[in-house]
Structures are given as C-alpha cells and as structure tokens.
C-alpha cells in the first residue's frame, strides 16, 4: 500500500509525550485510568493514553483489563456487567470510580490530546467501535482512536474514515497471541491489514523497534507512536526510531 505523506496534519498528536493511562502513581493513589490520573496527566502538560472497554449495556467505560480482578475489589469480566454495575465496584487503593467515555471527555474538555485505545475481545463485535464514535461525535478536543485489532481499525476506517485511527502493533510473539488463528497473527506481524485498516498512525512496542514496516510507514510521512517507556533513557533510545513516546512510571 502507498502511503500519502501527512505528519505535519498530526503535529497535536505527537506534540507531547503521552502519559500510559493517565499519569498514575500508586504509591500517592492515583491509580491508572481513573480521573486522578487523568488530571495528574493534564496538570502536568502531556497527553493522556486511555483504554475503554464494552459494558454489558453497550456503554464505553474506561478500563484497561478485560477482567475486573486486578484493580478493583470484584472479580469477572468487565463486559458481564452494566455501566451502574462497574460504576459501584470499588477500585483498590482509590476512592475514584469508573469513568465512561463521555464522562472522561467533560473531564478532559479539550485540555489535553485523548489517545483512546479500543479494547477487543477479537470476536468480530463493533459494537465499542460503534459506541466510542457516538459519544466522541459532538467533542472538540484532539482526539485520536487505535485498537490492536486490526478489524476494529477496519471497521472504524468505514464507519468514519475523517476520525483520526491507528494501529497497535508488535511483532505477535507474546503467547496473548496464541488464542488467535494463525492467519491472524500473520497479517498483524507483517502489517498486510493495510489495505482494510489504512492507518493514520501506528502504536508500535519500542523494544522491536526499528522494524521494517513500521520504518517504511513513517517514512512515508505517517507518525509512529511508541510503548510503554518507562525511563529517559529507554525514551532517548526509542525516540531514534519514532515521533513520540507511551511512557509510564516517570516523567519525560
């Protein structure tokens, strides 16, 4: 696929580095996707990197795990819930709740870059790609989406192809992956989603890097996006090789 060269028409997305869901700290309770995190991000002048998820009542809800174990005192997956369920479950060591989408934008309200990461179940279902597009229609801010399912790109490139969408990728070698046929992995690992997916920007692992592909990409004039840093020094080696950092666990 050729690309049409368009970094400068996303200068605001690579502008700041972006804080890996929010900029939490556990040890002073801001726990990560959660508002705390998400003002601490704002305060501190970066953009914010957020996961949402489908409630059981076709809600987008702002949660990174696809099971409720980790970070909250209830157990179970996130999408056998409603919005009012998850919104009453205690997260561990914060008084902050669940937010949903729309709520995270009025919180937000345009003061700083939203990159939105759509979660999948790699089920086929568009229905948060469908909900996430609803909720962000009427919003001004700077905005971008990315999902490491490369039909959930797919299916927002047809349902919206103005809205800003990227890929996230690695080189499919984490056994996550092993559930997913094999075709799957392929076309993930070697980008031939392309023609369906037709990126805006791409969200690739910054220890595999420098990949062809991706080189090829950004040469082309589409930027790339890297995660999860979690030193400078790690950023200053990745920066070699990309327009922008995910970083988490100190501040650039």
Known sequence: MRFTPQLRAFDWLV???????GLHAKSKGIIENTAGA?????????????DVQLTADGEAI?????????????????????TKALQKIELKATLDRMQTLAELLEQVDGRATLVIELKSLWDGDDALAKRALQVLESYDGPYCLMSFDPDVI????????????????????????NALPVAKRHSMR???????????????????????TVTEIRNAGHPVITWTLRSKEEASQ????CDQVTFEGYTP
């Open 15 to 21: 502008a700041r580095p972006i804080a890996h869901r």
């Open 190 to 212: 070697t980008f031939a989603h392309l023609a369906e997916t037709q990126p805006h920007f791409v969200s690739y692992y910054w220890r595999e890097l420098p990949f062809e």
């Open 38 to 50: 998400f003002e601490a991000a704002i305060t501190g002048d970066y953009a914010i990197e957020c």
């Open 62 to 82: 702002v949660f990174h795990d696809d099971e409720l174990d980790r970070l909250t005192e209830a157990k179970g997956p996130v999408k056998a819930l409603t």
């Open 154 to 177: 797919a299916c927002l490139r047809a349902l919206s192809p103005q809205t800003v969408r990227g890929i996230v990728a690695d080189r499919t070698t984490d056994p996550y992956y």
């Open 238 to 241: 990745a920066l070699r090789y």
